[in-house]
């Protein structure tokens, strides 16, 4: 049995696969489960949790989400402006040196198809990693990494119906001094008209690390642990 936190909430959603999907409270397991931590509050509602838009367009319920409900966020270009469209939440958390997290996101690339890459990104300005994915097909194009925010890991697993769960780890090295981490979503090389990807349910939290990959995406197993 897998649980994601639901975004937005404490809640814990239990799941044998995306159509049979029930939702359970925090007793489910455990009131003090690291996976009961979202950092990223309203995270399906990108329009206000993510504030800083940068030549894209956000449509929210513009699509099913990979749970069937009609509340994926559509990212897309405005129409107007060439480069790399950004979707960035600043200033919403502050780790530790030695703390490790993982951001990680629903996406789907839209029916006419994105012209670029994925990326995901946390950190603050040059003290920063990422990584890059295909929506089309979730495999892994590239990453950067800093001295001060090191790329830990990234994963990329097949949910079902177009749909990718991507993950970023990353650790707050030594050198590590920025007030506050940002996290962001980026459509790289891309038109000004590009189709983009629809997204939920952005997460974050201490130290998710994905320990099983099945065949099938129906079973997911993940474990966590807190590194305080």
């Not at 839209?110 to 295909?134: H, I, K, Y």
Request: proline share 3%.
């Amino acid at each position: 049995m897998a649980y994601v936190v639901v975004p937005g909430s404490n809640d814990t959603l239990e799941y044998d696969n995306a159509a049979t999907a029930s939702l359970y409270t925090d007793s489910a397991v455990g009131a003090n489960s690291v996976m009961n931590t979202n950092l990223i509050a309203n995270s399906i509602d990108f329009n206000s949790t993510f504030s800083n838009q940068f030549r894209v367009s956000i449509t929210a319920n513009a699509g099913d989400s990979p749970f069937g409900t009609s509340n994926a966020t559509l990212i897309k270009g405005n129409g107007s402006d060439t480069g790399t469209k950004v979707l960035f939440k600043f200033a919403f958390n502050t780790p530790s040196v030695g703390d490790t997290q993982t951001f990680s996101v629903f996406a789907k690339n839209s029916d006419a198809g994105t012209g670029g890459t994925f990326q995901l990104e946390v950190g603050n300005s040059a003290q920063r990693a990422n990584v890059q994915f295909n929506p089309a097909t979730g495999a892994r194009t590239g990453f950067a990494t800093s001295s001060e925010v090191s790329h830990t890991s990234s994963t990329s697993t097949d949910f079902g119906d177009g749909w990718y769960r991507y993950t970023l780890t990353v650790t707050y090295e030594s050198g590590w001094d920025k007030p506050n981490t940002n996290i962001g979503m980026q459509l790289n090389d891309t038109t000004a008209n590009d189709a983009g990807v629809f997204v939920y349910g952005a997460q974050l939290e201490l130290s998710l690390i994905h320990i099983s990959e099945p065949t099938r995406p129906l079973y997911i197993s993940y474990a966590v642990f807190c590194l305080k």
